[in-house]
């Protein structure tokens, strides 16, 4: 598989995943904004690298957003479900950042 292939493929899987729902409670619905901002970025980036383009943004907000989350405490059962699917969806944003990284030659 070309490196191209393998972004395009942890781009697929993520945007497969579909978006964690809303939380209930207030931490983790801000976590999951600072989170839509991240992922935005990322796919933006991902998005324009695939198109020919470059990138010199950093991406190394998935660590920080993985730290905060696990200090999260999530209440009702919803919340843990959110928790359990930002968990998966932070799992693919990472793969995103790993092709991208490949793709581009960058390490990190």
């Not at 393998?6 to 945007?15: H, P």
């Not at 964690?20 to 690298?49: C, F, K, N, S």
């Not at 993985?66 to 928790?83: F, N, P």
Request: charged letters at 25%.
């Amino acid at each position: 598989m070309s490196k191209s292939d393998a972004l395009r493929a942890a781009v697929a899987k993520l945007e497969g995943l579909g978006y964690p729902d809303h939380a209930d409670g207030e931490d983790l619905e801000a976590w999951l904004m600072d989170l839509l901002q991240t992922d935005g970025y990322i796919a933006g980036i991902a998005g324009t690298v695939l198109n020919g383009g470059h990138h010199h943004g950093r991406l190394d907000e998935l660590t920080s957003l993985s730290r905060r989350l696990a200090k999260i405490s999530a209440d009702t059962l919803h919340d843990q479900e959110v928790v359990a699917a930002s968990r998966e969806y932070l799992k693919a944003l990472g793969e995103v950042v790993a092709a991208l990284n490949a793709y581009t030659g960058r390490h990190g």
